[in-house]
């Protein structure tokens, strides 16, 4: 027979419920407190898509940037790093840190060199995760806790301040010829798929936007002095971050493994994006150039190149070097330099080859002491002066050429 409680009984048992009721309940919101709370989440928890790929992708460092802080202790040793996971900084003394700010940690990985002309590049780095400031720094040193985190930590990893990338066009602004190189990728594998990063040696000085697309075309192999296989386009690469001289950039498509070295070509506008012409309503009558600007174009003649050569010949230097002269004489106009080859080879192949030729020139020029500005711009084999199919035809479309802009 089931017991029946007494008054005093049922008392006692409801305090106790009571009691243990009001702890739950401070327990629960001690915890509630202690979460972080969702309008806390910081933004880099929030990119995605390209603004993502960006921000993780990494890129290829040619110059010293500011630093904040170095990470100094780990409180625990692990392989990955995530949530909730806490270091120790050591903050510069010429930062300010409080509570809440976040830092991005990034580390150099290797120095990168130009695949084909071995110029040193700079120093790929790699983007590891981000930090937030738990405790305000004391004598230098602040507590963080990892809020997103992409690869191990380690100390001795540098970090700086977040900043929320540069949102990416979904479609291209540019359609001006460029002609780059891929030099390296964020990670070294057999196929490249969809979403990999790489790195090409144009940036935004170069005249790269954020958008761009590039078609990367394998160059064909040579088989004899006048005889090679045709190229091929084996993917599409869209640019999604800037460097002065260098762009990340991910994969759109590919159909075959990407490789250092090879050419990427600017895409011209899609159809749909292509704008009017300007409709002219007054024609402008141009000033006249100085009478030294006008010596400048009437003396310059083209300098020439040997067969798939970008090299400049002894005569070439020789003919440069008196135009540099008079170009010093006139620093403030701007000069533009085409490349240009013979009909030989694929569009693309030739595109690269009129740009490294013009490239040439602009720095042979620059080592003169010359220090206009200068526009870059390569033909390849459209526009050509000689149209027979003969070598002495050949030979005057292998040129570089130079003149005012504007004329």
Request: hydrophobic share 40%; with cysteine.
């Amino acid at each position: 027979m089931r017991k029946t409680l007494r008054k005093p009984e049922w008392v006692r048992v409801f305090v106790l419920v009571l009691g243990a009721g009001l702890w739950w309940g401070s327990a629960t919101l001690a915890f509630a407190e202690s979460a972080p709370s969702p309008s806390a989440i910081v933004p880099a928890t929030k990119l995605v898509g390209e603004q993502a790929i960006v921000f993780q992708g990494g890129y290829i460092l040619s110059a010293p940037e500011p630093l904040a802080a170095t990470v100094i202790a780990l409180r625990e040793v692990k392989s990955l790093f995530s949530y909730g996971d806490i270091a120790f900084l050591k903050i510069k003394p010429t930062v300010d840190v409080k509570v809440g700010d976040q830092l991005t940690i990034l580390r150099p990985v290797k120095q990168v060199y130009h695949p084909l002309t071995r110029a040193y590049m700079g120093q790929m780095i790699r983007i590891l995760g981000v930090v937030e400031i738990t405790r305000e720094s004391d004598e230098g040193v602040a507590e963080v806790r990892v809020v997103q985190s992409f690869d191990a930590l380690t100390r001795g990893d540098h970090l700086k301040m977040f900043e929320v990338p540069s949102p990416v066009p979904a479609q291209q602004v540019t359609s001006d010829p460029l002609i780059g190189v891929i030099v390296d990728f964020k990670e070294q594998r057999q196929l490249t798929a969809t979403l990999d990063v790489v790195y090409i040696d144009k940036g935004e000085l170069d005249g790269v936007a954020l958008g761009d697309r590039f078609s990367v075309i394998r160059p064909g192999r040579r088989q004899s002095a006048t005889a090679k296989t045709l190229d091929l386009t084996v993917g599409e690469v869209k640019v999604v971050g800037l460097q002065a001289h260098t762009a990340t950039a991910y994969v759109v498509k590919s159909t075959e493994a990407l490789e250092r070295g090879d050419i990427v070509n600017r895409l011209p506008l899609p159809p749909s994006q292509a704008q009017p012409a300007p409709q002219v309503v007054a024609k402008a009558v141009p000033s006249e150039p100085p009478a030294s600007a006008k010596r400048l174009l009437k003396e310059f003649e083209d300098v020439y190149f040997e067969f798939d050569k970008w090299d400049l010949s002894e005569q070439t230097k020789k003919a440069l070097t008196a135009q540099a002269e008079v170009l010093k004489q006139n620093p403030t106009t701007t000069l533009t330099i085409e490349g240009y080859a013979d009909e030989r080879g694929s569009r693309e192949y030739n595109l690269a080859l009129g740009e490294k030729r013009a490239q040439e020139v602009r720095r042979f020029l620059a080592g003169l002491g010359v220090s206009n500005t200068v526009k870059v711009i390569s033909f390849g084999k459209e526009r050509p002066v000689c149209t027979d199919d003969n070598e002495s035809c050949h030979s005057k479309n292998r040129r570089a050429h130079l003149a005012l802009a504007g004329n």
